[in-house]
């Protein structure tokens, strides 16, 4: 994340901020597992407008081992939030963690057996799809869900 200003202005430590000079910038990168398991983290605050900003990126390794799963989101804040972490550090870690679910989740469905196929060869009916109504396009009436999960489909029946 960069924050840069289109105005020049003064900071108390380091003096002078000239207009297009970052006054923030930092990153964030994470490894995960298939189980979206963060294995490593790495963060970095390469510009703020405070020294001490930087003194806290080494506790993001507290997200070691924390799964990208419901609840993430609590999890991560108590470990990282408030005066253990960095605002924006934090809030850089909700686009990452959607980022890396939706990386993995296909490659995974891809390499297992669909909860369709599973219940078909239990003789039960299909389960409902987890994704149905996290967003817009897997809303339950929408024309995502009326192509890939037709019988979880809540929207208008075409009139044939």
């Known amino acids: ?3 840069v200003k289109t105005y020049g202005f003064k900071n108390d430590w380091r003096g002078e901020i000239v207009a297009g000079e970052p006054l923030h ?24 407008p405070y ?20 609840g993430f989101t609590n999890k991560m804040k ?4 408030g005066t253990e972490g960095c605002t924006h550090l934090v ?5 990452i963690a959607t980022t890396a679910f939706q ?14 196929e599973i219940a078909a060869e239990a003789g039960q009916p299909p389960k409902r799809p987890p ?10 009436d929408s024309p995502v869900t009326k192509k890939n ?12």
């Open 1 to 3: 994340m960069t924050d």
């Open 25 to 48: 910038e930092m990153w964030i990168r994470i490894t995960v597992d298939d189980d979206l398991v963060i294995h490593d983290i790495e963060a970095a605050t390469d510009h703020s």
């Open 51 to 70: 020294r001490i900003c930087p003194d806290i990126v080494g506790n993001f390794e507290r997200l070691k081992g924390l799964r990208i799963v419901g």
């Open 78 to 81: 108590a470990l990282v939030g």
């Open 91 to 95: 809030e850089l870690m909700g686009p």
């Open 103 to 116: 990386t993995i989740f296909p490659l995974k469905k891809r390499r297992e057996k669909t909860p369709e």
């Open 131 to 140: 994704l149905l109504d996290t967003c817009h396009a897997f809303a339950s």
């Open 149 to 160: 999960w037709p019988q979880f489909y809540t929207g208008p029946q075409d009139e044939a």
